[in-house]
């Protein structure tokens, strides 16, 4: 069965680093998703993205946050600049359709020092 | 806004007793519902889903859901867990004509011998 994979599985950065988590969707997935999970907290929406471009975006999602699709298959989160509230699980997603179920990485764990 | 609430924050049970996990959720507007599970040091996987038609849907590992309007829940059961049932149960929202899914905070089941 088609999945999505992330990497690196585990992430340490320094704080004031930029950092950059990678996702492979699923390949007929139109969709993309990232969300992140501080530990012990709920899993929160950070941002989608369709036909290039960013759709819907939470509060989370500023201006050190940015999504990109270098390629036909690689979908990117970019923190610029890193801070230690910034570390969490980071999951991504992709869906055929807006309405259709996310399906999820296993996610990158982010620990800025 | 909308929110979604998972009543037990851990749920233990005995191995092949019937156990259900309880989601509540708010909204003005239709929507999508979806259980989630999470495994140790794994991903969200999509456990089974509600978007239309019959209002109790099947699963994977035999769990199943009920989506009841009049009471905004879809609560998840299983008939007799397994051993291999321990893992973190999420329930998650998706309002029609919106992209990012909200989550519970997560149901820890743990199956004890």
């Known amino acids: 069965e088609p999945e999505v994979t992330q990497t690196p599985s585990h992430q340490v950065t320094q704080m004031g680093q930029e950092v950059i988590l990678r996702c492979v969707p699923i390949s007929n997935h139109l969709y993309f998703y990232w969300y992140r999970q501080i530990l012990g907290q709920k899993v929160e929406f950070l941002v989608s993205f369709y036909n290039n471009e960013i759709s819907e975006k939470s509060e989370i999602f500023d201006d050190q946050f940015s999504v990109e699709r270098p390629d036909g298959s690689n979908f990117t989160l970019k923190i610029r600049s890193t801070k230690l509230e910034d570390s969490a699980m980071y999951f991504c997603?992709?869906?055929?359709?807006?309405?259709?179920?996310?399906?999820f990485g296993d996610g990158t764990r982010l620990s800025i020092l | 806004a909308q929110s979604v609430t998972q009543l037990d924050s851990q749920v233990p049970v005995f191995e092949e007793a019937p156990v259900e996990l309880r989601c509540n959720y708010s909204?003005?507007?239709?929507?999508?519902l979806f259980w989630y599970v999470q495994y140790p040091n794994q991903g969200l996987q999509l456990l089974l889903k509600?978007?239309?038609?019959?209002?109790l849907v099947k699963g994977i590992n035999g769990f199943e859901a009920e989506f009841n309007k009049s009471q905004t829940s879809f609560h998840l059961r299983k008939p007799s867990v397994h051993i291999s049932d321990t893992a973190e149960y999420f329930c998650?929202?998706?309002?029609?004509?919106?992209?990012?899914?909200?989550f519970g905070q997560g149901t820890r089941l743990t199956i004890n011998p």
């Open positions: 509600y978007l239309s038609g019959s209002t």
């Open positions: 998650a929202v998706l309002i029609e004509g919106a992209q990012k899914l909200v």
């Open positions: 997603a992709s869906s055929s359709f807006s309405n259709q179920p996310q399906h």
């Open positions: 909204s003005s507007v239709s929507v999508y």
